[in-house]
């Protein structure tokens, strides 16, 4: 299986090669054509040579007529190609009769993905929401695509807060405590738990007094430790299905699991010759990375009070997924602060023969959601806004948008539906690396580069269907208007789409591709009857149309980890 653009690229690369070998097509789309070459002007510099005289001897040895109707030089050597309807025709047909909609499947490979990454004993803030939905689309898009995908949602559950938050437990009696956390409050009882700390001192001794029997391995602290982790996974649950994402319990693997690998690992850099001591405390020192005086800036694997710190639990998480989970690659869809860590963790495990040609780590970073002040998202209070609480206001938004739109159809479903979409949809059309605005009349707006356009599209061309005679079908697609040519080719591009968004890990991509389909597709349904069509093959070849542009529009909001309403 094919895709056009490859297959154009599998006609141009031998006639650029003539010419000066692996020379690069450059093959674009255009508003002017299908699409546009545009390597003849850089091969004619080289060369020495007119472009326009290069471009028309790359025309000359090119065999195109199966797949394109019309090639033109333009300008300074521009090589414009339109795509013949039987070519179109033919693509579509794959598309039809394929589950995957024509998209190839990319090479076999294991892929971890680490992403979400919220904290025991703390409510998910809307901070987390990129991570979140940027990972989870990811997920959906490489497994489409044919990988093995590896979920790691990679909770802080370790570390010296413990030790205050199972005497907090402890202090609250152990089955009030569960009770209220149960009921999804976990900011408050992290926040009670550090005001006592910092306000008793008595409490502070009993705390850390916990921390080394914790770490020790004392089996009363680790059943409450388990109850704390418990209660919190549990929340996070209920998050994760609010919003529609795949994650699940035995996904959750947090910095607690990594706590028995540590020694090895730096024993094992040790053994390397890596660890440099510098004030107690073993570090290494990657190349290239210095601190703001241009000193050697150095990874701290292990503290100098003895203790374990990020690296190291970030070091042997790495070990962990390439030794036995087997990764081929690992994504870290966590934000763009923590850059410089990240590079830093990879540099090091590289010089430990962790990382290497056959298996790489990449950080997928993204930027930060603000408030309409273009500050920090948080509430009036000044506190972070709970994710929870985001999901339900939009769930309310939605609502009242569908009533006064007399919706009656599943209203509580599809306004959650409808929500969803739309916050989703806000986040993920966002380049990721790129802050954004986080304003509810954007979010759920209904009109416009918003999910909810996107899910009404879909529910429009349903519509279509359950309003069709009985014995009134899809049937062969014949390409006589534009407007149906133009849906034609957005049609198609969709393996480009997807092709597009994982090479560059961005959602976004997609985003942009359905909505653009979702326009001509409502130009499509204005400028061409469908039920109404002039005659039964017109009928049946636009019924063909609608029922690709309906699943093509699944399938891609489904990759995003968006529903798809078959009513609004």
């Not at 290069?54 to 109707?69: F, G, M, N, T």
């Not at 997928?364 to 309409?372: I, T």
């Amino acid at each position: 299986m094919s895709t056009l653009v490859a297959r154009l690229l599998n006609r141009l690369q031998p006639a650029f090669d003539a010419l000066e070998v692996g020379a690069d097509p450059v093959l674009r789309t255009s508003d002017r054509a299908d699409f546009q070459v545009n390597g003849a002007m850089a091969l004619g510099k080289r060369l020495g040579r007119n472009p326009r005289d290069v471009a028309q001897e790359i025309v000359d040895r090119l065999e195109l007529s199966d797949l394109v109707s019309d090639v033109e030089i333009a300008g300074p050597g521009f090589i414009n190609l339109m795509l013949s309807n039987e070519a179109l025709v033919a693509q579509l047909e794959i598309m039809g009769s394929d589950q995957s909609l024509g998209v190839p499947a990319g090479p076999a490979a294991t892929v971890v993905v680490d992403y979400s990454a919220p904290n025991v004993a703390k409510e998910m803030h809307v901070g987390h929401l990129r991570s979140t939905v940027i990972g989870d689309s990811l997920c959906r898009l490489l497994e489409f695509t044919g990988s093995t995908v590896i979920r790691r949602n990679h909770v802080g559950d370790w570390g010296t807060p413990f030790g205050m938050l199972i005497e907090h437990l402890l202090d609250l009696g152990e089955e009030n405590a569960v009770e209220g956390l149960s009921m999804g409050d976990l900011n408050t009882f992290y926040t009670e738990a550090r005001a006592k700390f910092d306000a008793d001192d008595s409490f502070k001794e009993r705390s850390r007094n916990r921390v080394v029997a914790l770490q020790g391995g004392d089996e009363e602290s680790l059943r409450l430790w388990r109850v704390l982790v418990g209660e919190s996974v549990r929340y996070f649950d209920a998050v994760y299905r609010d919003l529609g994402v795949l994650l699940e319990d035995y996904d959750v693997v947090g910095e607690s699991h990594y706590n028995p690998l540590l020694d090895a690992v730096v024993r094992d850099l040790d053994a390397e010759g890596l660890i440099v001591e510098s004030g107690g405390a073993a570090c290494v020192f990657p190349p290239g990375f210095t601190n703001r005086e241009g000193e050697p800036l150095p990874l701290i694997v292990r503290k100098s009070d003895e203790g374990y710190g990020y690296a190291a639990t970030d070091l042997a998480a790495i070990r962990d997924r390439v030794d036995t989970l087997g990764a081929d690659r690992i994504l870290y869809v966590v934000g763009a602060p923590q850059a410089q860590h990240l590079e830093m963790c990879f540099a090091v495990a590289a010089m430990a023969g962790w990382l290497g040609e056959e298996t790489e780590a990449i950080h997928v970073a993204f930027g930060s959601v603000l408030g309409s002040d273009r500050k920090m998202f948080k509430t009036r209070e000044g506190g972070t806004v709970k994710l929870k609480n985001l999901l339900d206001e939009g769930v309310e938004r939605a609502r009242q948008a569908l009533i006064e739109r007399d919706a009656d159809e599943d209203l509580e479903i599809i306004a959650r539906q409808l929500a969803m979409g739309a916050i989703k949809f806000a986040d993920l059309s966002t380049d990721r690396q790129r802050d954004y605005v986080f304003d509810w009349d954007r979010m759920l707006a209904f009109e416009g580069a918003t999910g909810p356009y996107l899910q009404y599209a879909h529910a429009r061309i349903c519509s279509i269907f359950r309003r069709a005679d009985e014995g009134v079908e899809a049937g062969p697609i014949a390409l006589d208007e534009p407007a149906e040519r133009a849906l034609a080719r957005h049609l198609v591009a969709l393996p480009d789409a997807i092709d597009a968004t994982l090479e560059s890990y961005s959602p976004s991509k997609l985003c942009s591709y359905l909505f653009e389909l979702a326009q001509s597709f409502t130009t499509f349904y204005e400028h061409c009857p469908v039920l109404r069509a002039p005659d039964d093959a017109t009928r049946a070849s636009r019924l063909s149309l609608c029922e690709l542009s309906a699943t093509t529009l699944r399938v891609g909001l489904d990759l995003l980890g968006i529903e798809a309403p078959e009513r609004m």
